[in-house]
């Protein structure tokens, strides 16, 4: 099983972010491993994930957490496979925490996950959420 946790700190208030994150179908965007997102009910999507050479099609609940100022997500069944992303106010600014966790799925992805290592798929996806909802010019501050 892996897991990856990242932060970061980005010019804009709580509220602006968690309504970009809300928009839960430009994920893949972002959200590494995650290539497009199908809303099939209230708070549920399947996710096609790719881990390596593997795309499968996970069927998740993805839950907003207005109060804790947080989204989760995780599989309905199969291997596991979830996040969070964790939103803290520092002022006009926020804390946004990305938490990915994942069991590779067959045999080939755990080879895969053993030869190649951790990457930190958290902080890139940080990257890219920044690039995609904010601009490349996000006054982004060390974590």
Do not use: C, K
């Not at 590494?32 to 050479?53: N, Q």
């Not at 969070?84 to 080939?108: D, N, W």
């Amino acid at each position: 099983m892996t897991h990856h946790e990242a932060s970061t700190v980005v010019n804009l208030p709580v509220a602006e972010i968690e309504t970009q994150l809300r928009r839960i179908e430009e994920w893949p965007q972002y959200v590494p491993g995650v290539e497009s997102v199908t809303r099939t009910a209230f708070e549920r999507y399947v996710f096609r994930v790719r881990s390596g050479d593997d795309i499968r099609d996970v069927h998740v609940a993805v839950i907003a957490h207005p109060r804790d100022h947080r989204i989760t997500w995780r599989a309905l069944s199969g291997p596991a496979y979830g996040g969070e992303f964790r939103l803290h106010s520092e002022g006009q600014r926020t804390r946004v925490g990305l938490s990915l966790t994942a069991e590779p799925a067959g045999f080939l992805s755990v080879v895969t996950e053993l030869v190649a290592g951790s990457t930190a798929a958290a902080d890139v996806g940080l990257q890219r959420m920044e690039a995609h909802l904010f601009g490349a010019d996000t006054g982004a501050a060390a974590p």
